[in-house]
């Protein structure tokens, strides 16, 4: 079992910057891979990225390509996707996810844990 907090959103100017955190309660913490997801109002939750449990494997959505990077500090339970250069369509609540596989995926039915979110607003 394992409890997620994210935390670090807010609203920012388009181009700007924010780093998502998102704490893990949990002794295995590092056996799971871990995934970012985003919903926007009115559309359906998507992928943007994960990171596998040894941080060695990462994948991104193509809208967040070069833009947002994953990473994950074991030690300290924690996960963290830093967005750089923002645009308003990344507006939308963000979630972590935890796979007790350990794999990176890009497919929610894979996550067995998420947490509450974070809202994320990004102004023109």
């Known amino acids: 079992q394992v409890q997620l907090v994210e935390s670090g959103g807010g609203l920012v100017q388009a181009g700007g910057s924010l780093r998502l955190s998102c704490a893990a309660s949990?002794?295995?913490?590092?056996?799971?891979?871990m995934g970012w997801f985003r919903q926007a109002p009115g559309k359906e939750r998507e992928f943007v990225a994960a990171?596998?449990?040894?941080?060695?494997?990462?994948y991104y959505a193509d809208s967040v390509k070069g833009r947002f990077t994953v990473s994950r500090d074991n030690a300290k339970n924690m996960v963290y996707l830093q967005m750089n250069s923002l645009k308003p369509e990344d507006t939308a609540v963000y979630y972590c996810a935890a796979d007790k596989w350990g794999r990176a995926s890009w497919l929610q039915v894979r996550y067995d844990y998420w947490g509450q979110g974070t809202q994320v607003t990004v102004s023109s």
């Open positions: 949990g002794r295995t913490f590092s056996n799971y891979g």
């Open positions: 990171i596998s449990e040894s941080g060695t494997t990462t």
